[in-house]
């Protein structure tokens, strides 16, 4: 039940990046902090970026939603640099026991809640009992693993977790089980529209799924992030659409918002744009029920008969293709891997022959697609690739959010889709990607399962979890259990008196908490 329910979960995550960061590419348009010029520590900084319907974790579908609505005035225990490791934001240092089965951090001192409360382990503890506790809610499934939380000291904890597993990180890292929020702001119970954090900004004004707006702290002490609260105003406003975003950036009516990564939407020199460190991938998924996909050498022609390197050229300028299905920034990830499935029209006819379709095959049913990050143009490229080794498939284009529902009713024969989750975790990335039945209908291999087990161990050494996470990529790999086409999705544009943007304060499944953003006069 736990595997299926952090399935859905992630599947909400994925349709959040869609509508908040909907996946972005950058390209073009001159590079980060392209403007210079004297800091404005009285500007608004305006984002369009997107806006959740409540500003309460416990309410929240996903993850996505808390980041882009809330990172002004929330601080999480735990951050993702860009560089996908896990570094000191409230917690300063962690450790598991030696049987793995405890966390115990160390938190930051000096730290105080908008509202005057102290930030300390008495105040870890009832967030993560008010977690624990909300019924029904993400939030609540994503510190599933926790069985516990005691105060070990003024400003010490341990955490007490149901079996030994490095996901703990992941969720003490996400705005969903990492944020901290005020104790009295909890007992309120207005945390809907009013949240109280430990962060650089406290909310103005709120108008659910449409704009909130937040003024720097004015506490003696306030901001405990030096980094942070460069700027007296944000006002964060949800997506209107894709034009109307380009439209309001190339105006000045908005300072930054996120970018679809086609060149010819701005003019050069216009804008800003940067590629946001992302461990996302887009690929083609395979129903290994419905034939002739359960068999292995037609899954192998699939693969080479993709044109990547073509597809990415035409929509996806800034990303890498890949072959091998696992993110390119996370242990075991390896580079030879990508030599398996080089474009290959005749290998792919030769093995369609071998599998006993010298003549070709039809795949029954329809491949499900969105218009998301322009994965229905590369559907429609590779539909294009197929015909020409001989393999015919069907595309159904629908809404993403429809898309996510239908495929694992398992009716289908395979579907375009991001291959991404908010986490850094590798355990909880090969269950999203190998495992969850919301992604695997068709099931998973026993062996890829013996594979998988045990690397969240914490108490194995890195270079054990790599080789055991490697070993499991080479089974999918080989196995031809999916077709990769690109890695990293996730880019932003801003007008050039924006500052900062290649110094992002965190990211996590493609959306940038822009905490260190600033601007000039």
């Given at each position: 039940?736990?595997?299926?329910?952090?399935?859905?979960?992630?599947?909400?995550?994925?349709?959040?990046?869609?509508?908040?960061?909907?996946?972005?590419?950058?390209?073009?348009?001159?590079?980060?902090?392209?403007?210079?010029?004297?800091?404005?520590?009285?500007?608004?900084?305006?984002?369009?970026?997107?806006?959740?319907?409540?500003?309460?974790?416990?309410?929240?579908?996903?993850?996505?939603?808390?980041?882009?609505?809330?990172?002004?005035?929330?601080?999480?225990?735990?951050?993702v640099a860009p560089d996908a490791t896990y570094q000191p934001m409230l917690a300063t240092k962690w450790t598991f026991t030696p049987d793995g089965k405890t966390l115990n951090l160390t938190l930051r001192e000096g730290v105080t809640f908008s509202d005057g409360t102290p930030f300390d382990a008495a105040a870890v503890a009832a967030n993560i009992e008010y977690y624990r506790s909300a019924d029904k809610s993400t939030v609540q499934t994503n510190v599933a693993m926790i069985s516990g939380v005691e105060t070990v000291g003024d400003h010490e904890v341990a955490i007490e977790l149901k079996k030994p597993t490095t996901e703990i990180l992941s969720a003490l890292s996400n705005t969903l089980g990492g944020i901290m929020m005020s104790p009295k702001a909890i007992e309120s119970g207005d945390l809907a529209s009013h949240p109280v954090g430990t962060g650089a900004y406290v909310i103005e004004s709120f108008r659910p799924g449409e704009q909130a707006v937040y003024k720097r702290r004015t506490d003696q002490g306030g901001i405990w992030d030096p980094k942070s609260?460069?700027?007296?105003?944000?006002?964060?406003?949800?997506?209107?659409?894709?034009?109307?975003?380009?439209?309001?950036?190339?105006?000045?009516?908005?300072?930054?918002?996120?970018?679809?990564?086609?060149?010819?939407?701005?003019?050069?020199?216009?804008?800003?744009?940067?590629?946001?460190?992302?461990?996302?991938?887009?690929?083609?998924?395979?129903?290994?029920?419905?034939?002739?996909?359960?068999?292995?050498?037609?899954?192998?022609?699939?693969?080479?008969?993709?044109?990547?390197?073509?597809?990415?050229?035409?929509?996806?300028?800034?990303?890498?293709?890949?072959?091998?299905?696992?993110?390119?920034?996370?242990?075991?990830?390896?580079?030879?891997?990508?030599?398996?499935?080089?474009?290959?029209?005749?290998?792919?006819?030769?093995?369609?022959?071998?599998?006993?379709?010298?003549?070709?095959?039809?795949?029954?049913?329809?491949?499900?697609?969105?218009?998301?990050?322009?994965?229905?143009?590369?559907?429609?490229?590779?539909?294009?690739?197929?015909?020409?080794?001989?393999?015919?498939?069907?595309?159904?284009?629908?809404?993403?959010?429809?898309?996510?529902?239908?495929?694992?009713?398992?009716?289908?024969?395979?579907?375009?889709?991001?291959?991404?989750?908010?986490?850094?975790?590798?355990?909880?990335?090969?269950?999203?990607?190998?495992?969850?039945?919301?992604?695997?209908?068709?099931?998973?291999?026993?062996?890829?399962?013996?594979?998988?087990?045990?690397?969240?161990?914490?108490?194995?050494?890195?270079?054990?979890?790599?080789?055991?996470?490697?070993?499991?990529?080479?089974?999918?790999?080989?196995?031809?259990?999916?077709?990769?086409?690109?890695?990293?999705?996730?880019?932003?544009?801003?007008?050039?008196?924006?500052?900062?943007?290649?110094?992002?304060?965190?990211?996590?499944?493609?959306?940038?908490?822009?905490?260190?953003?600033?601007?000039?006069?």
């Amino acid at each position: 039940m736990r595997l299926w329910r952090s399935g859905i979960r992630q599947a909400t995550a994925l349709v959040a990046a869609v509508v908040a960061a909907t996946a972005l590419a950058a390209c073009g348009g001159g590079g980060p902090n392209a403007g210079g010029g004297t800091p404005d520590p009285n500007a608004t900084l305006r984002i369009m970026y997107g806006m959740s319907q409540s500003l309460n974790p416990a309410d929240a579908p996903e993850p996505g939603q808390m980041t882009f609505s809330t990172w002004p005035v929330y601080d999480r225990l735990i951050r993702v640099a860009p560089d996908a490791t896990y570094q000191p934001m409230l917690a300063t240092k962690w450790t598991f026991t030696p049987d793995g089965k405890t966390l115990n951090l160390t938190l930051r001192e000096g730290v105080t809640f908008s509202d005057g409360t102290p930030f300390d382990a008495a105040a870890v503890a009832a967030n993560i009992e008010y977690y624990r506790s909300a019924d029904k809610s993400t939030v609540q499934t994503n510190v599933a693993m926790i069985s516990g939380v005691e105060t070990v000291g003024d400003h010490e904890v341990a955490i007490e977790l149901k079996k030994p597993t490095t996901e703990i990180l992941s969720a003490l890292s996400n705005t969903l089980g990492g944020i901290m929020m005020s104790p009295k702001a909890i007992e309120s119970g207005d945390l809907a529209s009013h949240p109280v954090g430990t962060g650089a900004y406290v909310i103005e004004s709120f108008r659910p799924g449409e704009q909130a707006v937040y003024k720097r702290r004015t506490d003696q002490g306030g901001i405990w992030d030096p980094k942070s609260g460069k700027v007296a105003e944000v006002v964060i406003s949800r997506i209107a659409g894709p034009d109307a975003k380009v439209n309001a950036l190339k105006s000045g009516q908005i300072d930054l918002t996120t970018w679809e990564g086609d060149p010819s939407t701005y003019a050069p020199g216009q804008v800003q744009t940067s590629v946001l460190p992302s461990l996302n991938m887009v690929g083609m998924y395979f129903n290994t029920k419905v034939k002739p996909l359960d068999n292995l050498q037609v899954r192998q022609a699939i693969n080479y008969a993709i044109d990547r390197d073509g597809i990415v050229a035409a929509f996806a300028q800034a990303n890498k293709p890949q072959v091998q299905p696992w993110p390119a920034r996370l242990p075991g990830f390896d580079e030879a891997r990508e030599d398996t499935y080089p474009y290959d029209p005749e290998k792919a006819k030769q093995l369609l022959a071998d599998a006993g379709y010298p003549g070709g095959v039809t795949i029954p049913g329809e491949f499900l697609i969105s218009k998301a990050a322009k994965i229905d143009k590369a559907g429609e490229t590779v539909q294009a690739n197929l015909a020409a080794v001989g393999i015919t498939i069907n595309l159904r284009s629908m809404d993403i959010l429809a898309q996510v529902t239908e495929w694992p009713k398992g009716a289908n024969p395979g579907q375009f889709q991001f291959q991404s989750i908010v986490s850094i975790d590798p355990y909880a990335w090969l269950q999203r990607l190998f495992v969850l039945p919301l992604w695997n209908p068709s099931g998973v291999a026993p062996e890829l399962v013996g594979l998988i087990n045990g690397i969240d161990d914490p108490t194995i050494s890195e270079a054990d979890r790599a080789a055991k996470i490697g070993k499991a990529v080479d089974y999918a790999t080989d196995s031809a259990l999916s077709a990769p086409l690109w890695g990293g999705v996730g880019g932003l544009a801003a007008g050039h008196k924006v500052q900062g943007l290649d110094d992002i304060g965190s990211t996590n499944g493609g959306v940038a908490d822009l905490r260190y953003i600033s601007m000039t006069e």
